[in-house]
């Protein structure tokens, strides 16, 4: 019994350091492809911080997501939705000023059902809960 404890806690360890390991290099390489965007948020001291996020769509609205568990960008979002978003490609015309709407309820259900993510993309990620704000034009 105590080695099958043994096993089952260290093949869990082992699973913890690949999702770190994971949200790391991902945090640090801040891959882009032809749905990321850059966001530009203002920090508590005025400062701006950008950062590289995917768009998600869903009834017709543009959306950002709080996919991973490192996601500070997405709290202090929350505390200043006033945003600035870069484009690039076909949806350059669309960068500009955003007001981020934080997404509940009946809403957020929908924009999950609409965007799901594979299985592997959420056992790398360590199924963090997903949070949305849609993006409203200022």
Do not use: C
């Amino acid at each position: 019994m105590k080695l099958t404890i043994k096993i089952l806690l260290g093949l869990l360890a082992i699973y913890v350091a690949l999702v770190v390991a994971f949200e790391t290099w991902l945090g640090y390489s801040q891959p882009r492809g032809e749905d990321n965007l850059i966001i530009t948020v203002t920090e508590d001291d005025g400062s701006k911080t950008r950062r590289v996020l995917s768009l998600f769509e869903s009834q017709g609205d543009l959306y950002l997501a709080a996919n991973h568990w490192p996601r500070g960008w997405f709290r202090q979002v929350k505390r200043n939705p006033e945003i600035h978003i870069e484009f690039g490609g076909e949806r350059s015309a669309q960068s500009g000023n955003y007001t981020a709407v934080l997404v509940e309820g009946a809403l957020h259900d929908q924009v999950l059902e609409d965007n799901r993510l594979p299985l592997f993309a959420r056992v790398l990620m360590g199924f963090p809960p997903r949070e949305f704000m849609r993006l409203e034009p200022r």
